[in-house]
Structures are given as structure tokens and as C-alpha cells.
């Protein structure tokens, strides 16, 4: 009598079942894995205020501030998605500010407070995005026809291992794609998160800050406004007049837009970059693949 081979069941990869492989699933939370996120979410805060240190040009604000544009700390939350998960790359995304403000204290708490919001939108648009909606990372098939396996379909599997294992890698137009979406969304976050500032400050009274350089007022004067959007008040600048007429606000949230659409393109090449550099780390200890 024929032995009966057993039937394969094959799971069906929906978008929801991708969400709960990825945040609900049990053994993503054991006390190993607890601890070993614990630790990398700690490594990885660690460098990334590191980074966020290293200002590559302040941006000089209507109110006098100055706001220093930062690409490697961003890199970092973003690539740690991929290593920690989304709840803990979301810890590290709302501690980063208020760790940052500690250490290098010129801007104000009201900032931090909604870089912290922009952080949490920019690491869960990257994760839902990314890894949910394209499936855009790296992952492993067991080859079709394996002795040694009663499978006959590629099948996802974890052991680095098993001599049997090939990669599969994603083409590349899917992560560019991915990219492309999550490019302007994250942009977009971060420019509002800007206007916001400036808006709840003109709200409470604090219509402006003390001017720090002449370069500061130079540059300010230079943008393409309408004429009195940077009047100097006896040393500080005036808010009122971003939000004087939509053809203000819309010229200003342009601008920042285009600043951080080149400073998450940067992120998004070294992401890339990173991420094919380091294969082993991510093959080893990535819950996405």
C-alpha cells in the first residue's frame, strides 16, 4: 500500500499576514529575543545620537534658530527596523530627540518634541512601506526538489546554515520604488513638523528669537518671500508673516520640502548601501528574512 504523502498547506502572503509575522508573532518576543533587542536598541541609539551630532550645514529659521540637517541618525533608525523591530526602532526614534537636545542643547524643547513625532511617522512609513507593502529586503528559499526536505516549492527559512539554502535577491526597481514613496512622504512629515513649530511659537507669543549672526540675517533675507516675511523687530524676526497669505506658508513649506527630499534621497542610496554591505548581520539576526 502507497504511503499517502501528507498535504502541504501553503500560507497565503496577504498584507495582513506580512503585519502580524512582523509585530505579532510570538517568538519575536521570548525573554532571548527580548534581551537581545534590548541590547541592540541600546547599541543603536547609542550611535545614532552619536551621529546626529555631526550637522553637516545648518538651515537658518525665520525665528533666528538655526536647524542643522542630520542624515546618519536617521540612517540608523531606519536600518535598525530590519535588526529590532518596528516597536523598538520606534523607542529609539522617540528617545533620540530629547538624548540629542541633552548633549548639544541650542534648540528648543518645543523642536524636539515634533522631530520626535516626524521620527515616529519616518520609521513607520519605512517599515510599513519597506518591508510590509513591498517586501523589498533580502530573503532566503530552501531550493525546489531537496532530498532531505518533503517540499517541493521554495520555501522561507532562517538557517544560514543549511547547505541547501540559495539567495534570492529582490530586484532592485522594488526597492527603488519603495524608496520613491517613502522619500517625499517622509519629507512632507518633517516640513510640516517645521511649520508646526513656527506656528504653535507665533501662537503662544514666542513670535521670535534673537538673531545669532549677521549671516543668519543674510540669508533669511535672501529667500524668495514676499517682502516683509523677515522683518528684524530690535534683533529678533517675526513669524506673522509665514502665515500672512497661503503663497507664504506654501513658499516655505516648499522650501523644507526640497531640503528633505535631498536629505532622505542621501539616507535612502546609503540604506541601500548599507544593507547590501552587510548581508551576514542582517541574514543572522534580521526578522525579515
Known amino acids: 500500500m502507497e ?3 501528507a498535504e502541504i498547506k501553503v500560507k ?7 503585519v502580524k509575522e512582523s509585530i505579532f508573532k510570538k517568538e519575536l518576543y521570548n525573554q532571548k529575543s527580548l534581551v537581545f533587542k534590548i541590547t541592540l536598541a541600546g547599541v543603536f541609539l547609542a550611535i545614532a545620537v552619536g551621529l546626529s551630532l555631526l550637522e553637516i550645514f545648518d538651515i537658518p529659521m525665520p525665528w533666528g534658530a538655526t536647524f542643522g540637517i542630520r542624515f546618519f541618525d536617521t540612517l540608523v533608525l531606519i536600518y535598525s527596523v530590519a535588526i529590532i523591530g518596528l516597536w523598538f526602532a520606534l523607542l529609539d526614534g522617540i528617545a533620540l530627540p530629547w538624548l540629542h537636545n541633552l548633549v548639544d542643547g541650542h534648540h528648543s524643547w518645543l523642536e524636539m518634541a515634533f522631530f520626535m513625532l516626524s521620527n515616529i511617522l519616518v520609521i513607520f512609513i519605512t517599515w510599513f512601506i519597506y518591508y510590509i507593502l513591498f517586501s523589498a ?3 532566503e528559499f530552501v531550493e525546489e526538489n531537496v532530498d532531505d526536505h518533503n517540499i517541493h516549492n521554495p520555501h522561507l527559512t532562517k ?5 541547501h539554502h540559495r539567495i534570492v535577491k529582490v530586484k532592485f526597481w522594488k526597492k527603488i520604488l519603495a524608496f520613491s514613496l517613502i522619500v517625499p512622504l517622509c519629507a512632507i512629515v518633517e516640513a510640516l513638523a517645521v511649520l508646526f513649530v513656527a506656528k504653535i511659537l507665533l501662537s503662544t507669543g514666542a513670535a521670535g528669537f534673537e538673531v545669532h549672526s549677521e549671516t543668519v540675517e543674510h540669508i533669511s533675507g535672501g529667500l524668495p518671500f514676499d517682502s516683509g516675511l ?3 523687530h530690535g534683533g529678533s524676526n517675526d513669524l506673522s508673516p509665514i502665515f500672512a497669505s497661503w503663497k507664504n506658508t506654501l513658499i516655505f ?7 528633505f527630499v535631498g536629505k532622505y534621497t542621501i539616507s535612502a542610496i546609503l540604506f541601500i548601501v548599507l544593507e547590501q554591505r552587510s548581508r551576514q548581520l542582517i541574514d543572522r539576526y534580521g526578522i525579515y528574512v
Open 3 to 5: 504511503k499517502k504523502e
Open 12 to 18: 497565503r502572503d496577504l498584507l495582513w499576514n506580512r
Open 137 to 139: 529586503y533580502r530573503k
Open 159 to 163: 538557517s544560514s546554515h543549511d547547505h
Open 230 to 232: 523677515y522683518h528684524n
Open 253 to 259: 513649506i516648499g522650501i523644507f520640502f526640497g531640503i
